[in-house]
């Protein structure tokens, strides 16, 4: 039978034992059950995306040629071929040598559609060889690597068969409806379930066996009067209007959004971020279950233009449209998920045609690329190779910022002849000194990005304009920690208090950075926020303050608090990263046997996941088992000789051991590795400068100050070098530029 059918009947019969009896709890019952009242959304929906988005390995949903091809990459060939109705591929398995595998599902549609193979243990990898299907005219119908440019062989982090390409914890959520991984971290095995192997109408409406109960008027159905019965109500759009103000030329919502519920519903799947629980309810606040990314860098440029693959809705939030109302849905129909008109008609349903979609606002001709909306105001970039994104900020190009600080503009996506200059002085013909946009903080997180003088007075002045995105706000509050003084302090209290929880939750987070009396009075209140993510940021800033040294009421709330983190991470207990996380919160309770633990199952997880070896043998070096950190490393060095961060760890760990040359040989090897990590280079050269050879110290930190002319570490160090080799007149030139950045 097929596996659709299969579950359409596990859904009747899910909601027949429901309502069958006396529990009250709602379950899900399945499309089939909801098609019968809702015809018309079921068409739309069926072939969508949403419903292609994962589906069994079939002759219908096969979209790849797997007629005897092949594709040789780096030296290894995969060879795509049939075998008793089955579809498979030979190639580098987990060993690196060639092996058969049956592809028992197909994953997405278009621009491109992947495969995934079945592992021992519930295991369901991702194939990083993809099928383009476009059409041979748009360059498609091949196959292809999602990365075209690097050899990842098979010890590789991204190799297909490691963890970062792990179906279950990596992408399963969002392709199915109510997915459930249930990973077994004693046996280390996934027994992952799903209601509907795609992406249904429960999956953002929420269970709807209460819902039907009310729709059919069965026993208990008035209880449901007020709300239908329903999850999650998505009514933000009823009874709203937009009607364009002739002065502006701009739509006005005819009232203002009450709740972010559908965004964040969207944002469940639509963002960039880690879970932080296992018991996701719809409705509940998406900081409740997830923490979405940040403006970081390298996820965003500084102005907040998408850089990595974020996903949406951190662009989104940062528009002028999120803050003046719009939801997703007004401009994309929620069941076929297409666009609600063609062409510029999606924007025009709240711009004036006569005002915007004109040469006098565009300056391109009708009909052009520059004509249209979304290529200027959401310029897209391409991920997995053919796959181009829009930026959902939808922001004023600024070539101007390109000039000054490198970020790209949408002039220059097609203009690529031209430079950023050219583009610059063109929008100032067009536009003269016109409002540069909505989002206005590139400068500030550029200048702390790179270290630049009055970073923190840019970062506090960013904070207290209220009007600037939370985003951006809880971005600077990231950054802030390293910039804090007498003059900027004050913002912290601020960020406590703000009305989101995301600015809350990183204004807990440069909590770090103050003495631990202020840390505690400001940060224990924050164990009681409504919301998760704020509590579990709360308890792991706290988490070294002396249970012995608080009062019982603040160490009963702070073991809570303390036990959510825990939580969080076991719901993702499958990754790495979440057991050193583990590892770091139990190292800093002086749970070292726990910390010890954590670390050694991060490694087990997977062996090449370097932070797992360092944070393990600095926990060592904590212990005095100085020779047992060494040997960590080694270990991890074996694994990833070209990482940069062992190297370093293992340089401080032969110094402290007295083997001084070895140890600044590893410190040179990391420096010269990344030679824009600032804080490798300084050690090295104090390495060098302690071991008596100064002027080789002061070439590294010049070379180190020509790249970060604003460091303090690097100013401070070129002064004291100078001055002890009795060069007053270079000590005093540094000397001055260090105050000049840093007056107190």
Avoid at 103 to 122: A, N, R, S
Avoid at 298 to 325: L, N, T
Avoid at 421 to 430: C, E
Wanted: one cysteine or more.
């Amino acid at each position: 039978m097929h596996l659709k059918v299969i579950l359409l009947l596990v859904g009747l019969v899910t909601f027949e034992a429901a309502t069958g009896s006396e529990t009250t709890a709602e379950t899900y019952v399945g499309r089939s059950v909801c098609a019968e009242c809702h015809e018309s959304q079921a068409v739309q929906w069926s072939g969508s995306h949403h419903d292609l988005a994962m589906q069994p390995a079939t002759a219908e949903t096969v979209l790849g040629n797997f007629d005897k091809a092949r594709l040789t990459h780096f030296g290894v060939t995969t060879s795509f071929y049939k075998q008793d109705g089955k579809f498979m591929v030979r190639t580098e398995g987990p060993d690196g040598k060639l092996q058969d595998y049956e592809i028992k599902y197909t994953f997405g549609v278009l621009p491109l559609q992947q495969y995934l193979i079945e592992f021992p243990g519930g295991r369901m990898q991702a194939l990083s060889l993809a099928w383009d299907t476009r059409s041979k005219e748009q360059g498609g119908q091949r196959w292809f690597l999602l990365y075209p440019d690097e050899k990842i062989t098979h010890d590789d982090e991204l190799h297909w068969t490691k963890p970062s390409q792990n179906w279950n914890s990596m992408c399963a959520e969002c392709h199915s409806t109510q997915l459930e991984k249930h990973y077994d971290a004693v046996s280390r095995t996934f027994s992952t379930t799903w209601s509907e192997i795609d992406v249904s109408c429960e999956a953002c409406h929420g269970p709807g066996s209460d819902h039907v109960t009310w729709a059919k008027h069965g026993p208990g159905s008035e209880k449901f009067a007020a709300n239908k019965g329903l999850v999650l109500q998505l009514d933000e759009r009823s009874n709203v209007s937009w009607k364009i103000n002739p002065k502006t030329g701009n739509a006005v919502r005819s009232k203002v959004r009450s709740s972010d519920k559908e965004i964040e519903m969207c944002a469940r799947c639509h963002s960039r971020r880690s879970p932080i629980s296992s018991d996701y309810a719809h409705g509940e606040p998406l900081l409740d279950h997830y923490l979405p990314r940040l403006l970081d860098e390298g996820m965003y440029f500084p102005d907040g233009q998408i850089d990595d693959e974020v996903y949406v809705y951190g662009s989104f939030i940062q528009s002028k449209m999120y803050h003046a109302g719009v939801t997703c849905s007004d401009c994309h129909e929620p069941h076929r998920l297409a666009l609600r008109a063609p062409g510029n008609g999606v924007c025009l349903q709240c711009h004036q045609t006569e005002k915007y979609d004109k040469p006098g606002h565009h300056f391109h001709e009708t009909g052009s690329p520059g004509a249209n909306c979304a290529e200027c105001h959401m310029p897209p970039r391409t991920y997995m190779v053919v796959d181009p994104r829009h930026d959902h900020s939808m922001r004023v190009p600024r070539p101007d910022l390109s000039v000054k600080l490198g970020t790209p503009n949408a002039c220059n996506n097609c203009h690529d002849d031209k430079d950023a200059a050219w583009a610059a002085g063109q929008v100032k013909t067009w536009y003269g000194d016109a409002s540069t946009g909505y989002q206005n903080y590139a400068e500030a997180l550029h200048g702390a990005w790179n270290e630049q003088a009055d970073s923190g007075n840019m970062l506090a002045t960013l904070i207290r304009n209220m009007d600037t995105p939370a985003i951006a706000r809880a971005t600077a509050y990231a950054q802030i920690g390293a910039y804090l003084s007498a003059a900027t302090i004050d913002v912290l209290p601020q960020g406590l208090s703000d009305d989101n929880p995301a600015v809350r939750a990183a204004a807990v987070a440069a909590l770090e950075s103050v003495p631990a009396e202020i840390r505690v009075r400001l940060a224990f209140p924050m164990l009681e926020d409504p919301v998760r993510a704020v509590r579990i940021e709360t308890a792991r800033v706290l988490a070294s303050i002396p249970a012995g040294d608080l009062p019982a009421d603040q160490r009963a709330s702070l073991e809570k608090a303390l036990q959510e983190a825990v939580t969080a991470q076991q719901a993702m207990a499958e990754r790495p990263e979440a057991q050193t996380y583990l590892g770091s919160l139990y190292a800093a309770l002086g749970e070292t046997e726990k910390a010890d633990s954590a670390y050694k199952t991060a490694i087990e997880l997977n062996a090449a996941y370097v932070p797992g070896y360092v944070n393990l043998a600095d926990l060592y070096r904590a212990q005095g088992r100085e020779t047992d950190a060494e040997n960590v490393l080694r270990r991890a060095a074996k694994v990833n000789p070209g990482n940069a961060s062992v190297h370093h760890a293992l340089g401080l760990s032969l110094v402290r051991q007295q083997r001084t040359d070895e140890g600044v040989e590893e410190l040179r090897l990391a420096a010269t590795l990344t030679p824009e990590n600032v804080r490798y280079v300084y050690v090295y050269a104090v390495a060098l400068n302690s071991t008596g050879k100064p002027e080789q110290a002061v070439m590294v930190l010049q070379g180190a100050h020509n790249q970060h002319p604003n460091n303090r570490e690097i100013l401070s160090a070129l002064v004291a070098f100078h001055r002890d080799m009795g060069n007053q007149a270079a000590a005093q030139s540094y000397a001055e530029k260090l105050h000049a950045i840093s007056p107190q």
